[in-house]
């Protein structure tokens, strides 16, 4: 009896030895960051290797040889809108983005996104799409310790996708086609129109500089169906600026500067208040 309850207790004890995993930090902890650009969601999965005292490129990562563009896979960027990356047309999807660093320029290669090695894109016989861009190197002074990647510029049509590393930076422009997909939404809206898609339209037309007279019937048709908060009076009164009509302009800014007061919003009491100012010179 004795035998077997030690034996029980033996097998229980390697059971539990065997199934125990001790967590410890990655050496090249991963990292995840997505940034939307336009109407695009553009997201990037790397891993962010360090210095920790050594010389990078030219060193650790080759002058003009394929890297994995930071550490473990491949890193992997994902748009789920079509894309022009650094010129090249991008179809929306997920690709492995690969580099071949050089001492003026680096070529990027994406790759349709397979997971498993990263190697397996060299040897495969798929084409990728490729883009050569400068680089620079940082203000002397400036070294950053943990490979990085993240996003700058941003506009409603573009941004900048940056690798930056020792003292060395890349930056590649994103275009996007926003104008087309809005006026497709707008479009499509404007069916059934509510009047928050009324002072939608109209801020992006203003916003995008397009037809501000379009802009204008569209808002005062928002307001007209209820909408009327002090940020739509705002935007009103820059409209309204913007095609000379500096009277219309100072009305609609006190509408926006009363109702913001009583909201407590400092920001648009601020602005307005600015606004008034200026127009009434």
Do not use: C, H
């Amino acid at each position: 009896m004795k035998k077997t309850l030690f034996l029980t207790m033996l097998l229980a004890l390697s059971a539990t030895m065997m199934t125990a995993q001790i967590k410890t930090p990655a050496p090249s902890p991963s990292a995840t960051i997505t940034q939307t650009i336009g109407l695009v969601d553009v997201s990037v999965e790397y891993s962010r290797p360090s210095m920790k005292g050594r010389t990078i490129y030219g060193d650790l990562v080759p002058y003009d040889k394929m890297w994995r563009t930071g550490a473990n896979a491949a890193t992997k960027i994902t748009f789920s809108g079509d894309v022009k990356f650094g010129g090249a047309d991008v179809p929306a999807g997920s690709y492995a983005m690969l580099t071949r660093p050089g001492k003026m320029e680096w070529d990027f290669m994406l790759y349709p996104y397979v997971s498993g090695s990263w190697s397996s894109y060299l040897e495969s016989d798929v084409e990728a799409i490729s883009t050569r861009i400068k680089s620079w190197q940082m203000p002397e002074g400036v070294n950053v310790e943990s490979f990085m990647i993240g996003f700058d510029n941003l506009t409603n049509n573009s941004g900048d996708i940056y690798l930056l590393w020792e003292k060395t930076m890349v930056m590649v422009p994103i275009t996007v086609n926003t104008d087309e997909a809005v006026e497709a939404s707008i479009k499509s809206a404007m069916e059934g129109p509510s009047a928050n898609d009324y002072y939608a339209a109209a801020s992006y037309y203003f916003d995008a500089g397009k037809d501000n007279k379009q802009a204008l019937e569209w808002i005062n048709t928002a307001i007209d169906k209820g909408y009327d908060r002090f940020w739509v009076q705002r935007k009103k009164s820059l409209i309204q600026a913007s095609l000379g009509d500096k009277k219309g302009a100072i009305a609609s800014a006190k509408k926006s500067l009363e109702m913001a007061t009583e909201a407590g919003n400092e920001e648009y009491i601020k602005m307005n208040n600015e606004s008034i100012m200026e127009w009434s010179k």
